[in-house]
């Protein structure tokens, strides 16, 4: 008799376990499809013309486990907009931060700074190696560590007005397209405590950052570090000249 209860009471469990395992897929699938159906709905709503609109969506999609959809979103986005670095980071992460070939309808694509070879010698020219050097090991390893995360500026953020490339930082191109990103928001010379690269962030709301980010204010290090080698680049007249310099005067014949 208790054999038999025992027998009973195992093929009751093992028939509550495949019951449960079932209920939890039914309940997943149902979930799977409400999020497609939210999926479509909210792509019939945005402007697909806007890459803000298009990048929105393919985050959400990416947050509700919709990857094929958060995909051909992040394409589409970079297809707007080819600089969109946001879209570049979705298209990383969707990839496993691994290999950084996406398949589209129109074959593979790498995804990797957008920035042109030529582009990032004349950048490497106007700027000098050394300042170059100094950026991608001073600067550009404290922004990434200070405001490169995905919710800040690394990529993951529709509302932030710029990302960093986060990715093969030893890269010239992706040092050339991140100095590019933030040398927007540098003001060179005499102004360099002005810059938005520092002002806002050191003031927070009142400067319109989010919070403030250098929390020892002007005396922060990572602050300090910025400011002293935007005070090393040059102005505008000293690029002029270096590059007068450099030019071969014409001959004249009498």
Same mark, same amino acid.
């Given at each position: 008799?208790?054999?038999?209860?025992?027998? $009973?009471?195992?093929?009751?469990?093992?028939?509550?376990?495949?019951?449960?395992?079932?209920?939890?897929?039914?309940?997943?699938?149902?979930?799977?499809?409400s $999020?497609q159906?939210?999926?479509e709905?909210?792509?019939?709503?945005?402007d697909?013309s806007?890459?803000?609109?298009?990048?929105?969506l393919?985050?959400?999609?990416?947050?509700?486990?919709?990857?094929g959809?958060?995909?051909?979103l992040?394409?589409?986005?970079?297809?707007?907009?080819?600089?969109?670095?946001?879209?570049?980071?979705? =298209?990383?992460?969707?990839?496993?931060?691994?290999?950084?070939?996406?398949?589209?309808?129109?074959?593979?694509?790498?995804? +990797?700074?957008?920035?042109?070879?030529?582009?990032? +010698?004349?950048i490497?020219?106007?700027?000098?190696?050394?300042?170059?050097?100094?950026?991608?090991?001073?600067?550009?390893?404290?922004?990434?560590?200070?405001?490169?995360?995905?919710?800040?500026?690394?990529?993951?953020?529709?509302?932030?007005?710029?990302?960093?490339?986060?990715?093969?930082?030893?890269n010239?191109?992706?040092?050339? +397209?991140?100095?590019?990103?933030i040398?927007r928001?540098?003001?060179?010379?005499?102004?360099?405590?002005?810059?938005r =690269?520092?002002?806002?962030?050191?003031?927070g709301?009142?400067g319109?950052?989010?919070?403030?980010?250098?929390?020892?204010?002007?005396?922060?290090?990572?602050?300090?570090?910025?400011?002293?080698?935007?005070?090393?680049?040059?102005?505008?007249?000293?690029?002029?000249?270096?590059?007068?310099?450099?030019?071969?005067?014409?001959?004249?014949?009498?």
């Open positions: 008799m208790a054999r038999r209860r025992q027998v $009973r009471l195992a093929v009751g469990l093992g028939l509550a376990g495949v019951l449960g395992l079932a209920i939890v897929a039914a309940a997943q699938m149902a979930t799977t499809g $999020r159906q939210q999926y709905l909210q792509l019939k709503k945005i697909r806007k890459a803000d609109d298009l990048y929105r393919a985050r959400w999609c990416f947050q509700n486990e919709l990857t959809e958060a995909k051909a992040a394409v589409e986005t970079l297809q707007k907009a080819p600089d969109d670095v946001r879209a570049k980071y979705l =298209l990383y992460v969707l990839a496993g931060e691994g290999g950084t070939v996406i398949a589209t309808e129109t074959g593979g694509t790498e995804i +990797e700074a957008t920035i042109t070879d030529a582009e990032v +010698e004349t490497y020219k106007n700027e000098g190696d050394d300042k170059m050097t100094v950026f991608r090991n001073k600067i550009q390893a404290r922004l990434i560590q200070t405001c490169g995360a995905a919710k800040c500026h690394g990529g993951g953020n529709a509302t932030a007005k710029w990302s960093l490339i986060r990715r093969n930082l030893n010239r191109k992706t040092i050339a +397209e991140n100095f590019r990103t040398n928001f540098v003001a060179r010379g005499e102004d360099a405590a002005n810059s =690269l520092l002002s806002m962030p050191l003031k709301k009142d319109g950052h989010p919070e403030i980010v250098f929390t020892r204010g002007a005396a922060d290090p990572v602050y300090q570090t910025i400011l002293t080698w935007i005070q090393s680049l040059k102005t505008q007249t000293q690029g002029i000249w270096d590059r007068a310099k450099t030019e071969k005067v014409p001959t004249t014949t009498r």
